[in-house]
């Protein structure tokens, strides 16, 4: 499957389609490889510009970057225990399950993106897509914020619900299904 059309742009990436692996560097000093963090659980990916248009977005996953860790760890918890309950052996990914959230910032320089990061006091990736590469393979143009999630099996899953009402509860629903007596309750 060609990630490119002709003119050079990038045709979008619909969920569940296989997220591209990339490696990007970041504000925080080192590269970020989406290989390397999918291995220990979900990755949260939110596509900005420098500017200030993505700051809502980023600051609302700063505040719930707990929940995201609380999220991932219960999902593993809830494995474990169905895997007890039906007496198949349970198989551990990797020493730790996370949630990684990692900012892609378009912008010309990485004193703009570590700038960014300071501003807001970003406690997790955020990442300097320097010529649109990353961007442009997930089909995301500049100008437009957009938020994703990675499996760790890599399946990507778009939520432009969050984008629009700033509100993290879809995200965290993927990474952590209700049960399903939690939804026959709630009906």
Sequence with gaps: MALFRKNGSA????SGAKAPNFQLSSAQG???RL?????????????????????GLLQLLKEHQT???????AERF???EKSRASG?????????????VAAIVRAESMEQVKELQERLRLPYYVL??????????????????????VQSDRTLRW?????????????????????????????
Excluded: N
């Design 128 to 149: 300097w897509d320097e010529t649109d590469w990353v961007s442009g393979m997930y089909g995301v143009p500049k100008g437009k914020t957009a938020v994703a999630l």
């Design 35 to 55: 290989d390397m963090r999918t291995a220990h659980g979900p990755v949260v990916l939110a596509f900005v510009d420098a500017g200030r248009e993505g700051d």
């Design 88 to 100: 198949e052996a349970y198989l551990r990914i990797g020493p730790t399950v996370t949630t990684t």
């Design 159 to 187: 939520f432009p619900e969050v984008v629009e009402s700033l509100q993290m509860e879809p995200i965290l629903q993927a990474i952590f299904p209700p049960r399903e007596e939690e939804q026959s309750s709630g009906a």
């Design 30 to 32: 080192g590269v970020f």
């Design 78 to 80: 809830r494995a474990r």
């Design 11 to 14: 045709a979008p990436l619909g």
């Design 67 to 73: 929940e995201f860790q609380r999220a991932a760890v």
